[in-house]
């Protein structure tokens, strides 16, 4: 056991004259001081501000069955809203470093495979119903007991496999690696940088950045993470100024023309709880609201844990404190979400960077909703830190994450080959469901060829019975003729 976990598992009470705030977010029993949790606060909203760029993009780039989009300035604030309001929530009501914002991946499924059907308002609602299903399942503890079931040694690989697919995130967004386009006829699928080679200023600006955090963080300074970002963007807006730069992405580092823009609240509350039953066929909105739940589902569980494992949070059974208040705001979110027509809202492995940082209590999730809730009305000066200053901090606590290989039995292959590819399919396939699916089923078809198979909890025989379904969707949608 890491020494943050035995910090955070002893139940020492906060020393005579702690403040109010410090019990009641138990800052001092978990080890953690204000310093470090307003740090990480910090870093967490700038590892993942990008969220109010990149979904406003994907939602609107997109044209629902009537050939309507959505207003740009519409979905910033409404990303922003959600952010702001259920990370907060998630703070005071669950106690842990999560912050929640608009999940990528389900927003591509709302606007490129739900909304070309039906009206944006149905596809909203969608979202809504989805989430009411995930809090029917924490209320009834059905989602809690599927966490519980998890053996611990899968529970630590997929903290392992989140750790290595933030940081292929960190390295793909800031263009360290890039997809190799398929007009090459290559088996090869990504390569360093664009063209096989780093070139560019701002490779170089994520280059210094990784080597500064990772300089910081060998000398255990304080503020490690933080430091790097705040500084590589300043690099970034010197160079920006002085050097001719075709491109950085999604978020230039300059220095606007506007600091203040007014919020629009347009898209709050346009759903249609039950309308996409009149678009098409009910067993396409079944199967549309599966996609949804069950990705939702398990995003998050794996975030949950891995999360709450780097902060030393987990008990000795390996168990999340508070995890149905956890989860039901979590649910929550996705009904927010929903509502705001911002997308599914869920738990954001970027929450990675503030526990890096130090983070141990729902106190961070404050200063990040809060930095949302200003990016309302600041969003043009919030939004100017480039993805090749944020990034390193993935990267990096990627590695801070990897550490936890070393506790999964390796010599045990009925546990190491489920836990292997927990970790490998995650990056892999660039999705944390599909990681946790197919460690889930080759779990239970090892023990089973072992004839272990009464050692398997029930309700992951039923889980693993759901992930054949959502692996096998395509020839299922076909089969009863969904296009």
């Given at each position: 056991m890491s020494d943050a976990q035995k910090v955070a598992d002893r139940p020492g009470a906060a020393p005579p004259g702690a403040s109010s705030?410090?019990?009641?977010?138990?800052i001092t029993a978990r080890g953690s001081t204000f310093a470090r949790e307003v740090r990480g606060g910090f870093a967490t909203f700038f590892t993942m501000a990008y969220i109010l760029v990149l979904n406003p993009i994907i939602l609107g780039s997109a044209k629902d069955k009537y050939g309507h989009t959505l207003d740009g300035a519409e979905l910033v604030t409404a990303t922003a809203l959600v952010a702001a309001v259920m990370t907060i929530i998630m703070g005071v009501g669950g106690n842990l470093p999560l912050a929640l914002a608009a999940g990528l991946g389900l927003n591509a499924v709302v606007a490129f495979q739900i909304a070309p059907l039906m009206s944006w308002s149905d596809a909203m609602g969608l979202v809504v119903l989805e989430g009411l299903l995930i809090c029917v399942l924490v209320v009834t503890g059905l989602r809690e007991a599927v966490m519980h079931a998890i053996p611990q040694a899968l529970k630590q690989a997929i903290s392992v496999g989140i750790g290595l697919f933030i940081a292929f995130i960190g390295f793909v967004d800031a263009g360290f690696v890039t997809r190799i386009p398929d007009i090459?006829?290559?088996t090869v699928p990504v390569q360093l940088g664009a063209t096989g080679a780093l070139s560019g200023w701002p490779i170089l600006v994520f280059c210094l950045g990784v080597l500064l955090?990772?300089?910081?963080?060998?000398?255990?300074?304080?503020?490690?993470?933080?430091?790097?970002?705040?500084?590589?963007?300043?690099?970034?807006?010197?160079?920006?100024?002085?050097?001719?730069?075709?491109?950085w992405g999604l978020t230039t580092p300059k220095v606007p023309?506007?600091?203040?823009?007014?919020?629009?609240?347009?898209?709050?509350?346009?759903?249609?709880?039950?309308?996409?039953?009149g678009e098409t066929t009910v067993i396409t909105v079944v199967l549309l609201i599966f996609t949804l739940l069950l990705s939702d589902f398990f995003d998050t569980m794996g975030t949950v844990v891995g999360i709450t494992a780097e902060a030393g949070l987990l008990d000795e059974e390996g168990k999340v404190p508070n995890l149905g208040r956890v989860l039901l705001i979590d649910g929550a979110a996705a009904v927010a979400g929903g509502a705001a027509s911002s997308s599914s809202a869920t738990s954001y492995i970027e929450s990675a960077a503030g526990v890096g940082e130090g983070s141990r209590t729902g106190f961070s999730n404050l200063i990040t909703g809060g930095l949302f809730a200003v990016a309302l009305f600041l969003t043009p000066l919030l939004t100017i830190v480039p993805m090749q200053a944020a990034a390193p901090a993935l990267v990096a606590v990627g590695f801070l994450m990897m550490t936890q290989v070393k506790n999964i039995d390796w010599d045990k292959y009925e546990i190491a080959i489920p836990a292997f590819l927990t970790i490998a399919v995650m990056p892999f396939t660039y999705s944390i469901t599909n990681g946790i699916g197919a460690g889930f089923l080759a779990f239970v078809l090892i023990k089973t060829v072992l004839g272990k198979a009464k050692e398997i909890h029930w309700l992951l025989w039923g889980t693993s019975a759901l992930f054949l379904v959502y692996f096998a969707i395509n020839p299922i949608q076909q089969l009863f003729g969904v296009k």
């Open positions: 705030v410090d019990r009641f977010f138990k090459a006829n290559t955090t990772i300089g910081l963080l060998a000398r255990k300074v304080k503020g490690a993470i933080l430091i790097s970002i705040l500084t590589m963007t300043v690099v970034a807006i010197v160079i920006n100024s002085v050097a001719d730069i075709k491109s023309d506007d600091i203040v823009a007014a919020p629009e609240f347009g898209l709050i509350g346009d759903f249609s709880l039950f309308g996409s039953f």
